[in-house]
């Protein structure tokens, strides 16, 4: 019992530690950085989910963490993330589609998009995507735009792959902890 309650200790320190750090600031400061620099609106950062095939926000322009959640199917980004490629999308206030739910939740219409992957450390995964909308003055990304934001991605390539990880471990110890649980209720009978 004292090297189980020893293991579980460890289980929760490990837990915290990983689910509390990262590089949340440094992703924040690009999303602060990124449409000054392209000049448009917001821009967000998307985690995926590869297990439950889900994408949410990391962190975005006037959003919190978590805020949108899409499936991989049915947005602009999770075909970005499936394609492993770049992505514009024009006149997107005149068309249907889950942007028009995430306005209506966000307060926010979106006219245009630029979306980009995030490629983990093998070339065969992305692990998220960044999403710049609404160029200025009602004008629209150019390939210039998408060629600075693939740059910005692979800096970012690093931090957005320790949340990517950080995220499968931290499902990972629950797992753990619930065999611990297990474990410690057939040394009770």
């Known amino acids: 019992m004292e090297r189980l309650d020893d293991l579980r200790s460890r289980q929760k320190k490990i837990d915290d530690t990983w689910k509390n750090t990262g590089n949340k600031p440094l992703l924040e400061f690009f999303i602060e950085l990124i449409p000054r620099v392209l000049d448009c609106e917001r821009c967000s950062i998307f985690i995926l989910d590869p297990e439950a095939n889900d994408i949410w926000l990391q962190c975005g322009t006037g959003l ?23 992505l514009f999308e024009h006149n997107m206030n005149q068309r249907a589609g889950v942007h028009e739910w995430i306005d209506i939740q966000t307060g926010f219409v979106t006219h245009n998009a630029l979306c980009v992957p995030v490629k983990g450390s093998s070339e065969n995964t992305v692990t998220g995507a960044i999403q710049v909308l609404n160029k200025q003055p009602g004008s629209e ?9 693939e740059k910005l991605a692979s ?3 690093m931090n957005i792959e320790n949340i990517f990880l950080r995220q499968q471990l931290a499902k990972l110890l629950d797992d753990v902890g619930v065999a611990i649980k297990k474990i410690e209720g057939h040394l009770d009978q």
């Open 64 to 86: 919190e963490e978590r805020a949108v959640s899409v499936h991989l199917d049915d947005s602009m980004v999770g075909r970005v993330i499936s394609s492993a490629s770049p």
């Open 141 to 149: 990304f150019t390939h210039d735009d998408c060629e600075i934001l």
């Open 155 to 157: 800096h970012m390539q």
